[in-house]
């Protein structure tokens, strides 16, 4: 079956750090780039990293550049999220999806809810 | 990088046919042939509609279809059915690699 698999959220104090994984099947991993988007409660979409596919150029959001850290294992079939110096305002379920063209995001997980309170 | 212009809401009966606008600049809509366009359920991933401006991935009904003229991105949604109600989002590749996404549209299916 073809599907991504988010995991690693939870609850965290602010200043905190967390790392979300995301598991991927049923396609040929190393072949795409990879994307993270959030959704923070009540709001809408907020884009906040991507990667090629092998991981040598990524991108990210102004709201978590210089936090974040985003990064692949083409050998475990699995993409990451590194969250440093959490705040509340990055609270919020996070997504993977598999990029199918430049921002065509053509397959997505169900994502992993990250809670940033003390 | 400021989120892209959507409207809060539209609203039409089945059979009709409906336009979300997507406004941006010349460094994301307006540059490139690369916005796409997600439906989004409650309690569901989102959901690729449209890619490429124009393209419809496997398995998309021929009732959604995109646009694009200057910096404005358009999604239509023809034959307009109950399932169709949810929320849209465009998203464009910016001139920085990135992308950025619409604050979204609620589709009501009256």
């Known amino acids: 079956e073809v599907q991504l698999v988010e995991s690693g959220g939870g609850v965290v104090r602010p200043g905190g750090s967390l790392r979300l994984s995301c598991a991927a099947s049923g396609y040929t991993f190393q072949a795409h780039g990879m994307s993270w988007v959030r959704q923070a409660p009540g709001k809408g979409l907020e884009w906040v990293a991507g990667l090629n596919w092998n991981g040598d150029t990524t991108t990210y959001g102004d709201s978590v550049k210089g936090r974040f850290i985003i990064s692949r294992d083409n050998a475990r079939n699995s993409l990451y999220l590194q969250m440093n110096s959490l705040r509340a305002e990055d609270t919020a379920l996070y997504y993977c999806?598999?990029?199918?063209?430049?921002?065509?995001?053509?397959?997505w997980g169900q994502g992993t809810m990250v809670t940033v309170s003390s | 990088q400021s989120a892209l212009t959507q409207p809060a809401s539209v609203s039409g009966s089945p059979g009709q046919s409906i336009t979300i606008s997507c406004t941006g600049t010349s460094s994301d809509v307006g540059a490139y042939n690369y916005v796409s366009w997600y439906q989004h359920q409650p309690d569901k991933a989102p959901k690729l509609v449209i890619f490429?401006?124009?393209r419809r991935p496997s398995g998309i009904s021929h009732r959604f279809s995109g646009s694009k003229s200057g910096n404005t991105a358009s999604l239509t949604i023809s034959g307009l059915q109950p399932e169709d109600e949810a929320d849209y989002y465009c998203c464009s590749y910016t001139t920085s690699s990135r992308g950025v996404f619409g604050g979204g549209t609620k589709l009501t299916v009256l």
């Open positions: 999806a598999k990029d199918a063209s430049y921002i065509g995001l053509d397959l």
């Open positions: 490429d401006v124009n």
